[in-house]
């Protein structure tokens, strides 16, 4: 396994990280039994640093992660969030009391006494930052975490809420085919030393190589719906067009006797601003067949050769739009 620093943290992670939004039941059916085993199957090849939040499945996702860390709980970076999907007619909230409530909720279902990193999942722009800070730095007092942080922020609201506290970790998606964070977040980020975990590098699923015309999702699976954030990859008008890239990529992946998925977490890792990369995984054959991304350092030709592919296709992964 690789290990990369975590930004200002003093801690040491994997790069290659266990992200559990899949097990909270967003993306289809799951086998909570294969789950269990591939969290096992990562910590026995070196992986450790866990994310999961509560919104995945609200406990579900962080109860099999519990599930799968059994005893080994004390040997990685837990990492949890709070602040969307409740029905209280806010779907975002950020402030001090939803804090407190949802840290007891996830410290249980987690079954520990504290979380190494808590971070907001997204902005809750109708509570000012301040609250937001001032109950992340009293959570950190009370020894319930470690470090703090911020998810799906722009770079100027993360300078707010450093006008009040401090901020040691961001997380952001980021894979091939979505590179918004490159203008702005990630060079705030790295000036300042803030760690950046990464998800969805694998597309949420396109750049796995395991679509084509005929995939359909299940209704419970959240790309049945076209997807979300700037490009909707898996809409009627797009996931064509996105399906003809994927198939240019694995003729590249192939000629570097790489998998397509191996070769899109090689280019996430090629950031230098990112620490970890993110990835869903269901079963301990997936573990194992992501850490073949390790193997292999992407030339700046071979980076030009993938971008020569967006451009063929008319695809633009740098569009000009915050969306979210």
């Known amino acids: 396994m690789l290990y990369r620093p975590f930004g200002n943290t003093g801690l040491s992670v994997s790069a290659i990280g266990f992200g559990c939004w899949e097990l909270g039941g967003g993306y289809g059916q799951i086998d909570e039994g294969d789950v269990v085993a591939a969290v096992r199957k990562a910590l026995d090849v070196g992986i450790n640093l ?15 992660l519990a599930k799968g860390l059994g005893a080994h709980r004390d040997e990685v970076v837990l990492v949890s969030k709070f602040g969307i999907g409740y029905r209280d007619g806010r779907s975002r909230n950020g402030t001090r009391k939803r804090m407190m409530a949802s840290i007891e909720t996830t410290l249980t279902a987690l079954d520990t006494d504290h979380l190494d990193v808590y971070l907001v999942h997204w902005p809750d722009r109708e509570t000012p930052f301040e609250e937001t800070m001032r109950g992340l730095e009293e959570l950190v007092r009370q020894g ?21 506290g401090r901020i040691d970790v961001g997380q952001y998606g980021y894979h091939l085919f979505d590179r918004r964070m490159e203008k702005e977040v990630f060079p705030y980020c790295g000036r300042h030393g803030i760690a950046m975990m990464a998800y969805g590098p694998l597309a949420h699923g396109l750049l796995t190589g395991a679509f084509n015309a005929d995939t359909r999702f299940e209704t419970s699976d959240w790309r049945s719906r076209g997807g979300a954030f700037n490009m909707r990859l898996f809409s009627e008008e797009n996931f064509p067009r996105n399906l003809a890239v994927v198939d240019d990529l694995q003729a590249l992946a192939a000629e570097q006797g790489m998998a397509i998925y191996q070769l899109a977490l090689a280019w996430v890792l090629s950031n230098p601003v990112v620490s970890v990369a993110l990835v869903g995984t269901r079963t301990p054959a997936e573990v194992e067949a992501n850490l073949g991304a390790l193997e292999h350092e992407l030339s700046e030709h071979d980076k030009q050769a993938i971008d020569a592919v967006f451009a063929r296709h008319d695809v633009d992964p740098r569009p000009d739009v915050w969306v979210d």
């Open 50 to 64: 866990f994310d999961t939040a509560e919104a995945y499945g609200f406990g579900q996702s962080e109860r099999i």
């Open 144 to 164: 319930k975490a470690r470090f703090v942080g911020v998810s799906n922020f722009k770079a100027a609201e993360i300078a707010d809420c450093m006008a009040t």
